[in-house]
């Protein structure tokens, strides 16, 4: 099992950054996919970023280019940069990691962006 911890969420104005972190309970090297969701009110949980154990990252089309995913194996940690930040960005985000028997969720962390 692992538990996921999220912080670095909060308000900002359009435009601005926040940096999200996910703190994993354990090493992260073993796990294949460790990836960002978010759920705006009233939408379904969608998929904005994600990076492989080897190093491939995807990102959803809505971010690409503002986003950026990193993961810390070290510091057991995943990463969301995130810049230019829009109206459509606010949302709960959680972090995942695509692990046996999970997968695994945080407990979210709360970004929204005023104009």
């Known amino acids: 099992q692992v538990q996921l911890v999220e912080s670095g969420g909060g308000l900002v104005q359009a435009g601005g950054s926040l940096r999200l972190s996910c703190a994993a309970s354990?090493?992260?090297?073993?796990?294949?996919?460790m990836s960002w969701y978010r759920q705006a009110p009233g939408k379904q949980r969608e998929l904005v970023a994600a990076?492989?154990?080897?190093?491939?990252?995807s990102y959803a089309d809505s971010v690409k280019g503002r986003f950026t995913i990193s993961r810390d194996n070290a510091k057991n940690t995943v990463y969301l940069q995130m810049n230019s930040l829009k109206l459509e960005d606010t949302a709960v985000y959680y972090c995942?990691?695509?692990?046996?028997?999970?997968?695994?969720w945080g407990q979210g962390t709360q970004v929204t962006v005023s104009s």
């Open positions: 995942n990691a695509a692990s046996f028997p999970g997968p695994y």
């Open positions: 354990r090493s992260i090297g073993s796990i294949a996919v």
């Open positions: 990076i492989t154990n080897g190093g491939t990252i």
